[in-house]
């Protein structure tokens, strides 16, 4: 149950596009359409940002986005705005019925 | 309005036990999944264990398997994480959060409560 590679942090600017990436394996990125993304701010509860890969729970703005190939699942912040500047996880289901997380990346708005 | 709180988080000598408590409202409770995930003050989050509506189906990471036990109360709308033989590693803020209904994320999510493993 290795952690999943994420960045440890990426930077953008207010407007663009930034793009975080989480490494897993066969055995869990690879084997279902189970990851989803958290974001979590300083002193507060993760929030869910994507599910299933590439679903937006309600009230999530349509600038965070997902997707997956293979291994390596990946979201997409577009028109970065100050508030994204925050931590955030991927997690993935696994082929022995647990769940495993990323490692984290601090998204930071320059 | 769904709210789940933590409480029992406590300092804790290494060896020791200690159960923590996650109390649930604003949802049918016995339906969900409940799942623990700890975070080092500082580091990354990390999935701890889950514990299916049924009361009879739990899963475990191997960092916690054999010492750690989740449990539920469904008529109390609570569950619980035993934690034993307990190590400087388990220190940790400990949320409990519930699982999307017949999907694979977690939905909501409560505070979290800190456990302090220290001599």
């Known amino acids: 149950q290795s952690a999943l590679t994420q960045p440890a942090s990426v930077s953008g600017s207010p407007g663009q596009s930034i793009t975080i990436s989480c490494t897993g394996t066969?055995?869990?990125?690879?084997?279902?359409?189970?990851v989803s993304w958290y974001q979590q701010h300083p002193g507060k509860a993760p929030k869910v940002m994507i599910s299933?890969?590439?679903n937006r729970p309600s009230g999530v703005s349509n600038r965070f986005s997902g997707s997956k190939s293979g291994n390596t699942a990946s979201l997409t912040i577009s028109g970065l705005q100050a508030e994204d500047e925050a931590d955030y996880y991927c997690?993935?289901?696994?082929?022995?019925?647990?769940?495993?997380f990323g490692t984290g990346t601090k998204v930071t708005v320059l | 309005e769904v709210h789940l709180v933590e409480s029992g988080g406590d300092l804790v000598q290494p060896g020791g036990s200690l159960r923590l408590s996650c109390g649930a409202s604003?949802?049918?409770?016995?339906?969900?999944?409940v799942h623990w995930v700890r975070q080092t003050p500082g580091k990354g989050l990390v999935w701890v264990a889950r514990?299916?509506?049924?009361?009879?189906?739990?899963n475990y990471a191997d960092s916690v398997k054999g010492r750690f036990t989740v449990s539920r109360d469904n008529a109390k709308n609570t569950v619980y994480l035993q934690m034993n033989s307990l190590r400087d590693e388990d220190t940790a803020v400990y949320y409990c959060?519930?699982?999307?209904?017949?999907?694979?994320?977690?939905?909501?999510w409560g505070q979290g409560t800190l456990v302090t493993v220290s001599s």
């Open positions: 604003g949802f049918t409770f016995s339906s969900y999944w």
């Open positions: 997690i993935s289901y696994t082929t022995s019925s647990t769940y495993v």
């Open positions: 959060a519930r699982g999307a209904y017949h999907l694979y994320y977690l939905d909501f």
């Open positions: 299933d890969v590439s």
């Open positions: 066969s055995s869990d990125v690879g084997a279902y359409n189970y």
């Open positions: 514990i299916k509506g049924d009361e009879r189906t739990m």
